[in-house]
C-alpha cells in the first residue's frame, strides 16, 4: 500500500488553524514586532507598510537538522520566532531529526497539541495520560500521531537509519519543557532535597544526575 502524501500533512495544518490554541486574531494580519520592547501576551505588531513576504516565509526545516548531540535528535523550530507572520494565526511548526537510537526525550507542549507526520524512518512514541497510562505507537513513513496538549511525551527512533518528522502545533509559540533539564538543569537550582524526596533517592544521585544537565563550557 501506497504511503500517504504530504496532503494528509496540509489538511491537518488547515485543521490547526480552525481550532487554534491561541486568541482569536481580530485583523488581516500582525507582523510580530521582535524587537519591540512593548511585552503583551504574543508579540505587538509592526508597521503595516513594512510587512513584506519574508515576513511569513522560512527555508528551515528543509534539510535534515544536524543530531550529533546528547540525545541524537534535534528540533527545528518554525514559529513566530523565526516566522513573524504567524503572530495571532495560532499555528506552527517544527522538524524533528533523530540519529539511529536518538531520543527526543520526555517533555511538554504547555500552549499546544502536537501532531506529527513521519518523513522518514521509524519511531517509537507516546504520552502519559493524568492517570499514568501510557499510550503507545510504533510509527513508520507516512504515519501521523497526535500528543494531547501539556502531556508528558516522546518519540525515540529505535531504527539502525535516521527518521524525521514534521509537527504541527495549534500555537504560533508552543513552548517546551524538557522533565530532565526542567528539574536538573534549573536557574536557580531545585534544592538537592526536593528533587531526593520525590524521586525517593539519595541527594548524592540527585547531585550526579544534575552534572549530565549543566551548561556545557
Known amino acids: 500500500m501506497a504511503s500517504p502524501t504530504p496532503t494528509l500533512l496540509l489538511l491537518t495544518i488547515f485543521f490547526f488553524i480552525s481550532a487554534s490554541a491561541d486568541p482569536d486574531m481580530l485583523q488581516d494580519l500582525c507582523v ?12 505587538p505588531c509592526k508597521d503595516a507598510a513594512s510587512v513584506t513576504s519574508l515576513d511569513f516565509f522560512s527555508q528551515g526545516l528543509a534539510n535534515p537538522g544536524l543530531t550529533n548531540n546528547t540525545f541524537g535528535a ?12 504567524l503572530n495571532t494565526l495560532g499555528v506552527s511548526l517544527s522538524r524533528i531529526d533523530y540519529a539511529p537510537g536518538g531520543l527526543n526525550p520526555p517533555h511538554t507542549h504547555p500552549r499546544a497539541t502536537e501532531v506529527v507526520f513521519v518523513l522518514e524512518g521509524t ?18 513513513k507516512g ?3 497526535a500528543f494531547p496538549k501539556g502531556l508528558v511525551h516522546f518519540q525515540k527512533n529505535n531504527g539502525k537509519v535516521p ?13 517546551t519543557q ?4 526542567t528539574l536538573f538543569g534549573s536557574t536557580p537550582p531545585v534544592p538537592d532535597n526536593i528533587l531526593a524526596q520525590a524521586f525517593q533517592t ?13 551548561p556545557k563550557k
Do not use: C, W
Open 143 to 145: 504515519d501521523v500521531f
Open 163 to 175: 527518521a524525521s518528522v514534521i509537527a504541527a502545533f495549534n500555537s504560533q509559540l508552543p513552548g
Open 32 to 43: 510580530a514586532d521582535l524587537s519591540s520592547g512593548i511585552k503583551v501576551n504574543g508579540f
Open 178 to 181: 524538557s522533565l530532565g533539564a
Open 74 to 85: 534535534l528540533v527545528t523550530g518554525a514559529n513566530v520566532m523565526t516566522i513573524p507572520g
Open 202 to 214: 539519595s541527594p548524592g544521585t540527585v547531585k550526579h544526575i544534575k552534572t549530565k544537565f549543566q
Open 123 to 140: 519511531l517509537d512514541v507516546g504520552f502519559l495520560t493524568t492517570a499514568n497510562r501510557l499510550i503507545s505507537q510504533s510509527l513508520k
